[in-house]
């Protein structure tokens, strides 16, 4: 009799590499065939009651172009990938009840749209399908940090110490086995373009601190610029709060947050670098960034929805206001501030903005215009290239003095922008009309 071939289906959410990959190693140990699956969540990409996208054309074009990569890569190792333009709750499991899937191999997500998706999709289908979920989005793994979620301190700086003191970094999974060619799926899949979205077409601006495309590919060939060809690495942490080219800082958040490269992948590149170049405080303060990276989605998975709240994880009342002229005027850089403007310009019209520019429009936002910081953060989340929920909302409340900061400060902006841009060049940039505008 021949024996019946079990098949696991793979869920990419924000893991869109197969490199270091838990979900897609595991599931190719345990199964004799696996399928791929992508969604582009319809909710993802709709208005929202401020009237702008949840989802710009900036992320979304980056997102395009990764999941075409990690298709392709996929490809290589003789797996199809699924590509829909579906809520992810039909398009699952319909396909894995038609095609008898035995298990779905995911990322572990605790935010709330995932969580109900999730929980969703486990009641629509039958129950002999088995979930298997991973933690494969932090530096240090949740089971190796030295203390429980009740205990994990407010405050970074005694998280960071922690860590550094009692953690490991685990080593990245091996490369997946290359499967037989009766594994594919007869059918391939077309992965919808931005017009297929909704988008127009889009032309990079051309005075963006961010040119590069989404996937795998393009974030090595950015670790080997940054890292190995330039070796501004080596510089890092001096250049990291500067506001003009893309050499300023790494630029790798966009990657990370969609999972295009893995954070265990940039830290043991960064040991390497460490070891056949030179080790300073700029390679440190770059994994030093990737801890405050970890910081907030400890902090999410600690507090749940609570980094969605008005009041925050703090549980601090002030009085918000919710003006939308107010708002508009901000996004379109119309404040008196011209710092901010400058920076609010550069994100509209880019999706980029440097962490010293985010940190100034928010603290504005929230401080100066005393309008609701969940608000701003939404808007982040529409434009940010390289949105992440964790850091995005984590951030946005340490700014509005609702979240962990100790100090509750607040930006001075024109010193701000006397010290981060003396000669005026990047408000000059951005604030002045262009001809071809």
Same mark, same amino acid.
């Given at each position: 009799m021949q024996k019946i071939k079990k098949t696991a289906l793979v869920w990419f959410r924000n893991d869109l590499r197969i490199t270091d990959h838990c979900s897609l190693f595991n599931a190719s140990k345990d199964y004799? %065939?696996?399928?791929? +699956?992508? $969604? =582009?969540?319809? %909710?993802? =990409?709709?208005?929202?009651?401020? *009237?702008?996208?949840?989802?710009?054309? +900036?992320?979304? #074009?980056?997102?395009?172009?990764?999941?075409? #990569?990690? #298709?392709?890569?996929?490809?290589?190792?003789?797996i199809t990938l699924i590509i829909e333009n579906q809520d992810p709750v039909i398009g699952i499991s319909e396909y894995a009840e038609s095609e008898k899937i035995d298990a779905i191999y995911f990322q572990k997500e605790w935010t709330e749209e995932e969580i109900n998706i999730e929980n969703n999709l486990r009641k629509k289908l039958s129950s002999h399908i088995a979930f298997r979920s991973y933690y494969d989005q932090f530096l240090f793994h949740p089971e190796d940090i030295p203390? *429980?979620?009740?205990?994990?301190?407010?405050? =970074?700086?005694?998280?960071?110490?922690? $860590?550094?003191?009692? !953690?490991?970094?685990?080593? $990245?999974?091996?490369?997946?086995?290359?499967?037989?060619?009766s594994n594919r799926l007869k059918k391939s899949f077309r992965c919808p373009t931005l017009e297929d979205m909704g988008y127009l077409e889009i032309q990079a601006h051309p005075n963006t601190a961010f040119p590069f495309k989404g996937g795998s590919d393009a974030a090595k060939n950015r670790i080997s610029h940054y890292f190995w060809k330039s070796k501004k690495l080596s510089y890092y942490k001096n250049t990291r709060n500067r506001?003009?080219?893309? /050499?300023?800082?790494?630029?790798?958040?966009?990657?990370?947050? *969609?999972?295009?490269? !893995?954070?265990?992948?940039i830290y043991w590149e960064v040991q390497k670098y460490e070891t056949e170049v030179e080790k300073n405080q700029s390679t440190y303060w770059l994994i030093f960034?990737?801890?405050?990276?970890?910081?907030?989605? =400890?902090?999410?998975?600690?507090?749940?929805?609570?980094?969605?709240?008005?009041?925050?994880?703090? /549980?601090?009342?002030? !009085?918000?206001?919710?003006?939308?002229?107010?708002?508009?005027?901000?996004? /379109?850089? #119309?404040?008196?501030? @011209?710092?901010v403007n400058a920076n609010m310009l550069e994100l509209k019209k880019t999706g980029w903005m440097s962490n010293r520019g985010r940190q100034n429009a928010a603290s504005y936002f929230a401080k100066e215009l005393f309008m609701d910081w969940r608000i701003g953060a939404a808007y982040f989340e529409s434009l940010l290239i390289d949105y992440d929920v964790h850091s995005n909302y984590g951030?946005?409340?340490?700014?509005?003095?609702?979240? %962990?900061? @100790?100090?509750?400060?607040?930006? *001075?902006?024109?010193?701000?922008?006397?010290? +981060?841009?003396?000669?005026?060049k990047f408000q000059q940039l951005w604030n002045e009309k262009s001809l071809f505008e």
């Open positions: 004799e %065939n696996i399928v791929a +699956y992508f $969604c =582009f969540d319809p %909710n993802q =990409f709709k208005e929202n009651k401020w *009237n702008f996208k949840k989802t710009s054309s +900036y992320r979304t #074009q980056f997102l395009i172009e990764s999941v075409l #990569q990690v #298709q392709k890569d996929l490809e290589e190792k003789n203390m *429980n979620l009740e205990q994990l301190s407010e405050v =970074f700086t005694r998280f960071r110490k922690e $860590c550094e003191k009692n !953690s490991i970094i685990r080593a $990245c999974y091996p490369s997946i086995k290359k499967f037989d060619l506001l003009l080219g893309i /050499d300023y800082s790494s630029k790798l958040s966009a990657w990370l947050a *969609n999972g295009s490269i !893995s954070a265990r992948e960034e990737l801890i405050w990276r970890d910081y907030f989605k =400890f902090i999410s998975l600690k507090h749940k929805n609570k980094i969605f709240h008005i009041g925050g994880i703090l /549980d601090k009342l002030y !009085s918000w206001e919710n003006d939308l002229t107010v708002f508009q005027k901000w996004i /379109d850089g #119309q404040t008196k501030e @011209p710092f951030n946005w409340m340490y700014i509005s003095g609702v979240g %962990n900061d @100790p100090r509750n400060r607040k930006f *001075n902006i024109r010193l701000q922008a006397d010290r +981060y841009d003396e000669n005026g």
